[in-house]
């Protein structure tokens, strides 16, 4: 059934996105290049292809799909697998499972979002996520992705031996075995606070290379293209951007930050970055929500929960409170007929669009729900996963 296939890579385009699909491609690359005994081989067959939500939109589907049958038409190339990484585990995705199933298009997702296991069934042909399995977002996409990689070219395990780490703190793992991957990649050379910067400066390259893959830029900057020299300067440089961008955002949004205390104890901070925040520029406003946030979390410790909003979606953070985002979109769309509220992402960490003309109600439900969430001291943060456009 995969014999001669085109695989499309499509992952999401932050740090773990890339910590997962750069080394899967690499490995597959490899793998058909044996194979067919010729690298040029992998030259039109592994694509890798950035997405900026956290499912596949139907922007990105009518896409792939044209070239699908483009490269089918003039090649002569089979359909491709669709092999969704760090992304496609949910029910948002299905619409454009949907449009894939009128063609003969396998599709298999490696993912650890939050996942709808009865709604994506139907049109999976395997689905990793760690929820499957009785773990939660803490073992990565990264984590996982460096493993199937090794097992794809076992020959790759030397030079990946700092990615988990990289992908476990740029999605903020609180996994056992990030000490573990964080002695490894001390081990390979890579002290914490450096990985840190990779991360970030993964998340800032992502936002400026928006639709295209950057391929050699990216093995750089995770430190796989062979110049190690180049790579810390990289890093350095765009991290040092990212930072800067990430206080001029504060700068802007912290002094429009309100405060409200909500009934179960949680401090809950909004903000408008419609009105307050730098627009069109990183960082965006899911990452724009976060770094309120933990300035929040750092200066008056959990449970708080921290909303950005525009006209019409809502980025949700919080620490210390038992949140179900996917369950509270799903109320809300019941609730509030009318107000075209969709959404979703990890539990305590997520998204929400609305139509502009029910802002206040959504929000002013959303929070009387926050309100009543209860509080849980073993919840720790977890990944940014919202609307980063
Ligand atoms: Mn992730």
Known sequence: ???????????????????????????????????????????????RLPSKAPFYETEDVVRDLNYALEDRERRGQRMPLLLMLDNGSTAEDVPAYRTLSQYDVPIVAVDHH???????????????????????????????????????????????????????LSDRSDAAAMTDYLALAKEAGYDEDGLEDVGEALDYAAFQLRYNDGRHLVDDLLDLGGDSERHRELISLLAERAERDNERQLDATLPHTERED????????????????????????????GKIHDRKVAEEGEPVITIGYGPDFAVLRSDGVRLDIPQTV????????????????????????????????VLERLVEKLGDADLDEQLGSAAVAGFED
Request: proline letters at 9%.
């Open 1 to 47: 059934m995969l014999d001669g296939r085109p695989i499309r890579i499509r992952h999401h385009a932050d740090g773990d996105g890339m910590c997962a699909s750069v080394p899967t491609q690499t490995a597959l690359e490899n793998f058909a290049a044996r194979v067919y005994g010729d690298p040029s081989a992998t030259q039109h067959t592994i694509k």
């Open 114 to 168: 939050h996942p709808d296991p009865d709604a994506v069934a139907p049109w999976l042909d395997a689905h990793v996520n760690p929820y499957l399995e009785g773990e939660d977002y803490a073992v990565t996409t990264g984590m996982l992705c460096v493993e199937l990689a090794r097992m794809i070219d076992p020959d790759l395990t030397d030079d990946l031996e700092h990615v988990p780490a990289i992908a476990g």
């Open 262 to 289: 909500l009934p179960n104890g949680a401090a809950c901070f909004r903000v408008d970055l419609e009105e307050y925040a730098h627009r069109f520029t990183y960082p965006p406003p899911g990452k724009t929500t």
């Open 330 to 361: 799903a109320e809300l769309t019941d609730e509030l007929p009318g107000a075209g509220v969709s959404g979703g992402g990890h539990l305590v960490v997520g998204s929400i669009k609305f139509v502009k003309g029910k802002r206040e109600t």
